[in-house]
């Protein structure tokens, strides 16, 4: 099984700056991995597919970078909706499926 | 409106059992592998089962308790839970997927406990 590590675990961010946040696997998943935003008490939503392509609808600010082993989420300027927790996901060796355990980005 | 919607969901008791349903909307949903998701409370994502045309799997922490199946007829899929433990409570969510989870249902919610 692969593990999906997530760092940090918490980011504290003012708006309108830059959000970096990391996904590691522990072993290549070449770039078959997807990103999700979870907002407060709301489900979650496909923001990043294929380590790089934003999904349908997602503003441009998003965007999603790496391969292999190592992986990036940067949220270029931070609006007040971004504030959520962010998951990865690797689909390139499964089952199972494989989730990170996740980044809450909060304001600071 | 591609969308999915839970049911089935409730209270139920340690060793009790639970049918979980999700119908489909907006989509060829014959043409889609379809998965459950569950979110235990304050956690992360979970990933529970999978069933496309051809193919089940389940995690290992579900297997031999929960059963999958689809029904193309009626644009639905549904969990089986057995043997439930307190550790199954969660929000279960059915999720679309093209390997990635690309649309999500508002989700039901299973809590076990007596």
């Not at chain 1, 990391?22 to 935003?37: E, F, I, P, T």
């Not at chain 1, 391969?67 to 689909?91: K, M, P």
């Not at chain 2, 909307?25 to 998701?37: E, H, I, K, L, P």
């Not at chain 2, 235990?40 to 308790?65: C, M, T």
Request: aromatic share 12%; with cysteine.
């Amino acid at each position: 099984e692969i593990v999906m590590t997530q760092s940090p675990a918490t980011l504290s961010v003012s708006p309108g700056e830059r959000a970096t946040l990391s996904c590691r696997a522990s072993q290549s998943v070449s770039s078959n991995l997807a990103w999700y935003q979870q907002r407060p008490g709301q489900v979650p939503r496909l923001l990043i597919y294929g380590a790089s392509t934003r999904a349908t609808g997602i503003p441009a600010r998003f965007s999603g970078s790496g391969s292999g082993t190592e992986f990036t989420l940067t949220i270029s300027s931070l609006q007040s909706e971004d504030f959520a927790v962010y998951y990865c996901q690797q689909y390139y060796n499964w089952p199972p499926y494989t989730f990170g355990q996740g980044t809450k980005v909060e304001i600071e | 409106e591609v969308q999915l919607v839970e049911s089935g969901g409730g209270l139920v008791q340690p060793g009790g059992s639970l049918r979980l349903s999700c119908a489909a909307s907006g989509f060829t949903f014959r043409d889609y592998s379809m998965n459950w998701v569950r979110q235990a409370p304050g956690k992360g994502l979970e990933w529970v089962s999978y069933v496309s045309s051809s193919f089940i799997y389940y995690a290992d922490s579900v297997k031999g308790r929960f059963t999958i199946s689809r029904d193309n007829a009626k644009n639905s899929v549904h969990l089986q839970m057995n043997s439930l433990r307190a550790e199954d409570t969660a929000v279960y969510y059915c999720v679309r997927e093209l390997y990635y989870m690309d649309v999500w249902g508002t989700g039901t919610t299973v809590t076990v406990s007596s």
